[in-house]
């Protein structure tokens, strides 16, 4: 029996990509994905969301804080956004994700300079997430911590659905979406509106989301799909972390700078692209193109009114493009060749006033920052017999970054320039299937990455962009292991090896206002273990863990953990189906202690944290019902949701939410 499976090339391909530029429709037998699955060589997680635990669908942690290796810091901040670490590639990130590539259907969320936000994704419309971390991973460009790519399911029929959901502090969420199709044409609009009091006072946060997809079958080979999204957040206050000792004392209360300057920011991202697919007997193509905007502004707990100090409401406008081509060639039986090429350019107009009690004042900066990224690529996949594959492939990467400063006047001088480098990145992974259901890998790999052009903005002494901040180089090993019993059982297990040089990491962090620079060498190493188990018909399980020992190599923190990265992770999942209709699941996390500095004086306590959750079904005729209860936290435990990396105000704790419920209910009718 033969079916259609939508993928990305990280998991099931049977010629692994690893690149983001390919989103493959590959028509396989029924027992072909699982043995992709475990000939891949590196650590590869498919999530089913229909898998996961009913939600608001306003965090992408939520799905992702189950997969071994992936830190997700939900912050209850709306104004900072989900941060995600993954084998300690990303702790550095004082707001959004870094490290990391995330995609949706193959189009890049990530900006050309390799910062992200998980906040611009529409997550319900999400079918399924893969991720991919590794030496492998390096082939994606400029990130070392992997890549996470969500994928959505064109419409495949007429139909209407409509969602509402409410939560403790006044959240709520709604959702419309209407999908139509015909022989050739499918198109569909989605739209969403959040809002919730928060739970702090001046935590207050809106936001609207909005997206339309058309999907246009040429024949039998070939699909053009336009998107375009728009994503409005016109209020997002910020409470601030709390010091240790508040937290303590009252996790649920609110730093008064941050009431005192009125701290808070809006977003505006805009961002539309079109893709052409081709899908032949021997060889695929993929050629894309996109074109966005986003336009910040942030109000920072100090007033920034020295005249070097770049002041401390950031007025920010961003205009990004990209354009990639992708060729896959299946030259005998055995070996498949890919070859891609992939251009981004980026526009930061970046402006920095007064914050004068919470309204913007005088202008203390005015700027333009200009990255433009190039890379080529290749792969190869060779299947030596049905025990062994090869996969290796090489990329080449130039980024050229400029700064023209337009604020120029007595103690803050012209700090225009520019700076250009290339580097080469590698990767080769060798898969043993040496038993039935059984398989093993070893892979090697080197890269870089680039700071980003946030991570630039600032430097402790002067104004400008920080010059002396240079890419991190790394090298990482990994050996692993994988079981997989279709219909029962499957396990993986990895161990890792990550070597750096000039990693990355956070200097001072003062009341929003961070700045970097690079760390001597570090050292990673760390194991992952995950299992899938179906106890009987009605019951089925999942559990992960993962711990990892992320050292400073020399220097004056010479055998320190890097801060903001937890030692060691547990996560499992209980799910419970009586009948057809009726599905509810527990939820337990544990996440071990995490330093907030470098000196390791201030760490954030281990915790355990248990979630609760019902679902109901109807069908009636063409109507389709759903209904949910969700308990978060059911213990009620104080626990600290992420750290503040080396804040130099001593307020480096975010703390997490106490119990709370939420539901909601969905109406699903097709015409």
């Not at 941060?83 to 969320?109: C, E, M, S, T």
Request: overall charge negative; glycine content about 8%; proline content about 4%.
């Amino acid at each position: 029996m033969k079916y259609l499976l939508t993928m990305t090339g990280l998991a099931l391909a049977p010629a692994l990509c690893f690149s983001q530029e390919i989103n493959e429709i590959i028509e396989v037998n029924a027992q072909q994905p699982d043995t992709e699955w475990r000939m891949a060589p590196g650590s590869v997680d498919f999530i089913d969301i229909t898998n996961q635990l009913p939600s608001l669908s306003i965090d992408a942690g939520d799905t992702l804080r189950a997969i071994p290796g992936i830190q997700a810091d939900t912050r209850y901040n709306y104004a900072q956004d989900t941060r995600l670490v993954v084998r300690g590639y990303g702790a550095r990130a004082a707001f959004g994700v870094r490290g990391l590539q995330l995609n949706v259907d193959g189009i890049p969320l990530s900006m050309p300079d390799g910062q992200a936000q998980t906040s611009s994704i529409i997550l319900d419309e999400a079918e399924t997430v893969e991720v991919f971390r590794g030496p492998l991973a390096v082939l994606y460009g400029n990130t070392g911590g992997g890549v996470v790519e969500w994928n959505t399911r064109a419409p495949q029929q007429t139909a209407s659905h409509i969602t509402l959901a409410a939560g403790a502090n006044d959240l709520t969420r709604g959702k419309g979406q209407f999908d139509w199709v015909n022989d050739v044409h499918k198109l569909r609009f989605i739209a969403t509106d959040l809002y919730t009091s928060g739970p702090r006072p001046h935590n207050t946060a809106k936001r609207q989301q909005q997206g339309l997809r058309y999907y246009f079958d040429i024949n039998d080979q070939q699909q053009l799909i336009v998107r375009y999204d728009n994503n409005k957040a016109p209020l997002l206050e910020d409470p601030s972390a709390l010091t240790p000792d508040a937290w303590r004392q009252d996790p649920e209360q609110t730093v008064g700078r941050a009431i005192d300057f009125n701290t808070r920011k809006s977003i505006h991202h805009r961002q539309g692209s079109m893709t052409w697919k081709l899908e032949a007997s021997d060889y695929r193509a993929r050629v894309a193109a996109w074109q966005g905007d986003r336009d910040v502004v942030q109000f920072l707990p100090f007033a920034g009114d020295d005249i070097g100090s770049s002041g401390a409401v950031i007025d920010l406008s961003r205009q990004f493009e990209g354009s990639s081509a992708y060729f896959e060639w299946q030259a005998t039986s055995q070996t498949d060749i890919g070859f891609g090429l992939r251009y981004e350019r980026q526009q930061d107009h970046r402006f920095g006033f007064v914050n004068d009690q919470g309204e913007k004042g005088d202008l203390r900066r005015s700027e333009f920052n200009h990255v433009r990224k190039q890379a080529v690529y290749t792969r190869l996949t060779h299947q030596f017999n049905e025990q062994w594959r090869l996969t290796a492939g090489a990329r080449h990467s130039r980024f050229d970054f400029s700064v023209d400063d337009q604020f120029i006047m007595p103690g803050d001088p012209d700090d225009s320039g520019q700076n250009e480098l290339s580097d080469n990145s590698g990767a080769v992974g060798l898969s043993w299937a040496f038993a039935p259901n059984w398989s093993s890998y070893v892979s090697l790999g080197s890269g870089f990455e680039t700071p980003t052009l946030t991570e630039l903005a600032y430097r402790n002494n002067g104004s400008g962009l920080n010059t002396e901040l240079s890419p991190s180089q790394y090298r990482q090993t990994e050996w692993g292991l994988k079981f997989s019993q279709p219909g029962q059982f499957s396990s993986q297990l990895a161990m890792f090896d990550i070597q750096s040089e000039d990693d990355i990491v956070i200097d001072q962090s003062n009341d929003g206002r961070t700045t970097y620079r690079n760390a001597g060498e570090t050292e990673r190493q760390g194991i992952e273990w995950q299992l899938n188990l179906q106890l009987t018909e009605q019951i089925d399980g999942f559990i992960s863990y993962s711990y990892i020992d992320a050292t400073y190599q020399g220097g004056m923190f010479s055998g320190n953990q890097l801060p903001g990265v937890a030692d060691s992770q547990w996560f499992t999942r209980l799910t419970w189906q009586p009948i057809a209709t009726t599905q509810v699941q527990l939820l337990g996390q544990y996440r071990g202690e995490t330093y907030a500095d470098d000196s390791n004086a201030v760490n954030a306590p281990s915790y355990v944290k248990w979630d609760l959750a019902v679902t109901q079904d109807w069908q009636i005729g063409n109507n389709a019902f759903e209904a949910w209860l969700r308990v978060d936290n059911l213990l009620d435990k104080d626990y600290v949701g992420s750290v503040v990396v080396n804040q130099g105000s001593g307020r480096s704790f975010e703390p997490g939410i106490g119990r709370s419920a939420s539901i909601g209910v969905s109406w699903h009718h097709t015409f």
